[in-house]
């Protein structure tokens, strides 16, 4: 059964904290996806990392970095947390291949991340 | 560039009735679709996926849904609602040339017994 784990499920920190939020797939994915969930504004792409140590920006990636020194890992990085990042965090994977839209991308259970 | 829209933000249905979740998109070429369903507090699970093959897909749980090209639309159906039904469903189209998705807003549906 393929999987992706993330590191919390629930956290709370405090504004001005540095976050890390942990991501693991066990599916040998070269693709990982982070991205936030907001209540009527469905999934937006935070990073993308199409391999080891390669990312690249998605939609909305102020106030975040990322880190993927392994394949299967691939963190998520508040520098300064803020309270407008309270949010569900969601990560994912998917292969990569030829046909390069087809390949559906497996989600992690989610961190929801309260920031005070 | 690629978007979705989902028409309805909340769907309610009783048991043992049809769904209808509607949804349509615009592509610049031809995308890939897909469904995905969100339980509370659960990641999200992949319902189906049209990738230019048949245009009716079928998918889990008895969902199926149909790729209308001249309509842009991918509407998901279920022919009989069960209370496990209940959860936030999101359709979902690739982005050209790159493994990115763009996902509607959802469409949260609640079953009444």
């Known amino acids: 059964d393929v999987k992706v784990t993330q590191s919390s499920r629930y956290l709370v920190k405090r504004t001005g904290e540095k976050v890390f939020l942990e991501c693991v797939q066990d599916?040998?994915?070269?693709?990982m996806f982070w991205y936030r969930q907001d209540p009527g504004l469905g999934l937006r792409l935070i990073y993308f990392s199409y391999d080891v140590k390669m990312k690249e920006k998605g939609d909305i990636p102020e106030g975040y970095s990322v880190s993927r020194e392994k394949k299967e890992r691939f963190s998520l990085i508040l520098e300064s947390a803020s309270t407008n990042q309270t949010s569900m965090y969601l990560c994912?994977?998917?292969?990569?291949?030829?046909?390069?839209?087809?390949?559906?991308?497996?989600f992690g259970p989610g961190t929801r991340l309260t920031v005070t | 560039a690629q978007s979705v829209t989902q028409l309805d933000s909340h769907v309610s249905v009783s048991e043992g009735t049809p769904v209808l979740l509607r949804c349509n998109y615009s592509s610049s070429y031809s995308p890939s679709l897909f469904w995905y369903v969100q339980h509370p507090n659960k990641g999200l699970q992949l319902l189906l996926k049209y990738t230019s093959a048949a245009t009716l897909v079928k998918g889990i749980n008895g969902f199926e849904a149909e790729f209308k090209k001249s309509e842009t639309s991918f509407h998901l159906t279920k022919p009989s609602a069960h209370m496990s039904d209940a959860a936030e469903y999101f359709c979902?189209?690739?982005?050209?040339?790159?493994?990115?998705?763009?996902f509607g807003a959802g469409t949260t549906v609640t079953v009444r017994a």
């Open positions: 994912a994977s998917s292969f990569r291949g030829l046909a390069i839209s087809s390949y559906e991308q497996y």
């Open positions: 599916m040998d994915h070269e693709n």
């Open positions: 979902v189209v690739s982005r050209s040339n790159d493994y990115k998705l763009s």
